[in-house]
């Protein structure tokens, strides 16, 4: 009985310790790899059976960010008609928000 007891323990840290080594090589691994493993994981017509809400999704990211950029379009316009060193200095800020912006509507 004391043998197979033992057995269970060293079975368990062969165990523990197989999954502290996939979590580290996990960790190493960028998320895209991880994204990337996950869809080629999933069959194509999972893939395919997503929802109607999902599907709409980049859509609406581009109609939102085309009414965005048309207000900034208002505002460096507005900005202009005051003075150039107004329209420059609004031009700069819309430059400085919207570049993350674009970046991260990118990614």
């Not at 709409?56 to 085309?66: E, Q, R, S, V």
Request: net charge neutral.
């Amino acid at each position: 009985a004391g043998g197979g007891h033992s057995h269970d323990h060293a079975m368990s840290l062969q165990l523990y310790q197989a999954e502290q080594r996939r979590k580290k090589q996990e960790k190493g691994a960028s998320r895209a790899d991880l994204v990337t493993a996950e869809e080629a994981s999933l069959s194509k017509a999972e893939q395919g059976r997503r929802s109607r809400e999902q599907r709409m999704i980049p859509y609406m990211i581009t109609i939102g960010d085309a009414i965005h950029n048309f207000a900034d379009g208002l505002a460096v316009g507005a900005a202009f008609s005051t003075s150039w060193k107004t329209g420059l200095a609004t031009s700069l800020a819309v430059l400085c928000h919207e570049l993350p912006h674009e970046l991260g509507d990118f990614a």
